[in-house]
C-alpha cells in the first residue's frame, strides 16, 4: 500500500466523523457513556465480522500491555474526557479547545524517525484552526467562567490523548489494525460500567432513532476508527492532521443540509479558510526543502 492510498484510506475517516453530530442528534436524548456503550459495541462488531472470513484475525488480540494501553487509553481515554468536558463547560467552547488535536498531530508528527515538520504543514494546521475558530466564535463569546474550567481542561487534555495516540500509532505500525476491533469491544464494556455508574438508561423511541443508532457505530464510530488507524500508520501523519480541521465544517455543511442549521457567512468563511490550509500543506508541503 502506497503513502498516497493510505492518506486517502485515513481521510475517509473525516468524512464519517462529519457525520457524527447529525446521527447523535438524530438518536434522541441517550446518555453519553450509554451512546458510547452501544456504538462501540457496534463498532467492534463490524471489525469482527471479517474474522468470519479471515479466522487468523483473532490472534491480532493477543498484544503487549503497551499496546492495550495506548488503545485504551485512545479510545475510551479520549472520549470519557471530552464527555466529561461537555458535562461541566460549553459545548463550543469545549470543542474549540478539544479541536487542537489536528494541530498537535502535526507537531507531535515531527517527533517520529523521519519525520520532518515542514513549514507549510505548520501555515496549513494554522489556517485550519483558525477556520474552526471563527466558526465556533459565530455562535458566540467565549465563557472563561472559573466554574467552566475543570471542563475546559478536560477538553485540553482530551486534544493531547487524541493527538498521542494517533501519532503514536505509528509508531506500533506492526499491529494490524484489527486489533482495533478489541480496543472497541473493551471501550464499550468500559463505557457500560460509567453508563451504569453515573447515568440513567434511555432507549431509543423511534424506529428511525435505532437506525440513526446502528449507522453511527456503523460509519463514525466503528469503520471510522479502522480507517484511521492505516492512515496514522501508513499515510502522511502531517497533512491528515491538517485535513482533519475540515471534519467540524463538513459536520455543520451536513447539518445545513439536513436542516439542523442555517448557512452563514461564517460557515463560508471558514470553509474558505480550512481548504486554503489543506491546499498550502498539500502543494507547498510537497517541495522538497533547500540543502
Given at each position: 500500500?502506497?503513502?498516497?492510498?493510505?492518506?486517502?484510506?485515513?481521510?475517509?475517516?473525516?468524512?464519517?466523523?462529519?457525520?457524527?453530530?447529525?446521527?447523535t442528534?438524530?438518536?434522541?436524548?441517550?446518555?453519553?457513556?450509554?451512546?458510547?456503550?452501544?456504538?462501540?459495541l457496534?463498532?467492534?462488531?463490524?471489525?469482527?465480522?471479517?474474522?468470519?472470513?479471515?479466522?487468523?484475525?483473532?490472534?491480532?488480540?493477543?498484544?503487549?500491555?503497551?499496546?492495550?494501553?495506548?488503545?485504551?487509553?485512545?479510545?475510551?481515554?479520549?472520549?470519557?474526557?471530552?464527555?466529561?468536558?461537555?458535562?461541566?463547560?460549553?459545548?463550543?467552547?469545549?470543542?474549540?479547545?478539544?479541536?487542537?488535536?489536528?494541530?498537535?498531530?502535526?507537531?507531535?508528527?515531527?517527533?517520529?524517525?523521519?519525520?520532518?515538520?515542514?513549514?507549510?504543514?505548520?501555515?496549513?494546521?494554522?489556517?485550519?484552526f483558525?477556520?474552526?475558530?471563527?466558526?465556533?466564535?459565530?455562535?458566540?463569546?467565549?465563557?472563561?467562567?472559573?466554574?467552566y474550567?475543570?471542563?475546559?481542561?478536560c477538553?485540553?487534555?482530551?486534544?493531547?490523548?487524541?493527538?498521542?495516540?494517533?501519532?503514536?500509532?505509528?509508531?506500533?505500525?506492526?499491529?494490524?489494525?484489527?486489533?482495533?476491533a478489541?480496543?472497541?469491544?473493551?471501550?464499550?464494556?468500559?463505557?457500560?460500567?460509567?453508563?451504569?455508574?453515573?447515568?440513567?438508561?434511555?432507549?431509543?423511541?423511534?424506529?428511525?432513532?435505532?437506525?440513526?443508532?446502528?449507522?453511527?457505530?456503523?460509519?463514525?464510530?466503528?469503520?471510522?476508527?479502522?480507517?484511521?488507524?492505516?492512515?496514522?500508520?501508513?499515510?502522511?501523519?502531517?497533512?491528515?492532521?491538517?485535513?482533519?480541521?475540515?471534519?467540524?465544517?463538513?459536520?455543520t455543511?451536513?447539518?445545513?443540509?439536513?436542516?439542523?442549521?442555517?448557512?452563514?457567512?461564517?460557515?463560508?468563511?471558514?470553509?474558505?479558510?480550512?481548504v486554503?490550509?489543506?491546499?498550502?500543506?498539500?502543494?507547498?508541503?510537497?517541495?522538497?526543502?533547500?540543502?
Amino acid at each position: 500500500m502506497t503513502t498516497r492510498t493510505a492518506t486517502t484510506i485515513g481521510f475517509t475517516a473525516v468524512l464519517f466523523w462529519s457525520l457524527l453530530a447529525l446521527l447523535t442528534a438524530a438518536t434522541g436524548k441517550i446518555p453519553p457513556f450509554q451512546l458510547a456503550a452501544m456504538t462501540f459495541l457496534i463498532g467492534g462488531l463490524v471489525g469482527i465480522t471479517s474474522w468470519i472470513a479471515r479466522p487468523q484475525g483473532i490472534r491480532t488480540l493477543r498484544q503487549k500491555p503497551v499496546v492495550w494501553a495506548l488503545g485504551l487509553g485512545g479510545l475510551f481515554g479520549y472520549h470519557a474526557l471530552y464527555f466529561a468536558a461537555l458535562r461541566m463547560a460549553p459545548p463550543a467552547e469545549s470543542g474549540l479547545i478539544n479541536y487542537l488535536w489536528p494541530l498537535l498531530i502535526v507537531l507531535f508528527s515531527s517527533l517520529l524517525p523521519g519525520e520532518h515538520l515542514r513549514r507549510a504543514h505548520m501555515i496549513g494546521a494554522l489556517l485550519g484552526f483558525a477556520g474552526v475558530a471563527l466558526l465556533i466564535a459565530g455562535r458566540g463569546s467565549f465563557d472563561a467562567r472559573a466554574e467552566y474550567m475543570p471542563g475546559y481542561l478536560c477538553a485540553f487534555i482530551a486534544a493531547f490523548v487524541w493527538a498521542g495516540y494517533s501519532v503514536l500509532s505509528r509508531r506500533f505500525g506492526e499491529v494490524p489494525t484489527d486489533a482495533v476491533a478489541g480496543f472497541c469491544l473493551v471501550t464499550a464494556f468500559l463505557s457500560l460500567v460509567c453508563h451504569l455508574a453515573f447515568e440513567t438508561t434511555v432507549w431509543p423511541e423511534t424506529q428511525l432513532q435505532w437506525l440513526a443508532l446502528l449507522a453511527l457505530g456503523i460509519g463514525p464510530v466503528g469503520a471510522a476508527f479502522y480507517v484511521w488507524d492505516i492512515g496514522m500508520k501508513r499515510g502522511d501523519i502531517r497533512l491528515l492532521g491538517v485535513a482533519s480541521y475540515a471534519t467540524p465544517v463538513l459536520s455543520t455543511l451536513v447539518l445545513v443540509l439536513a436542516g439542523y442549521a442555517e448557512p452563514t457567512l461564517t460557515l463560508a468563511l471558514s470553509c474558505g479558510l480550512i481548504v486554503l490550509g489543506a491546499l498550502v500543506a498539500t502543494l507547498m508541503g510537497r517541495k522538497k526543502a533547500p540543502a
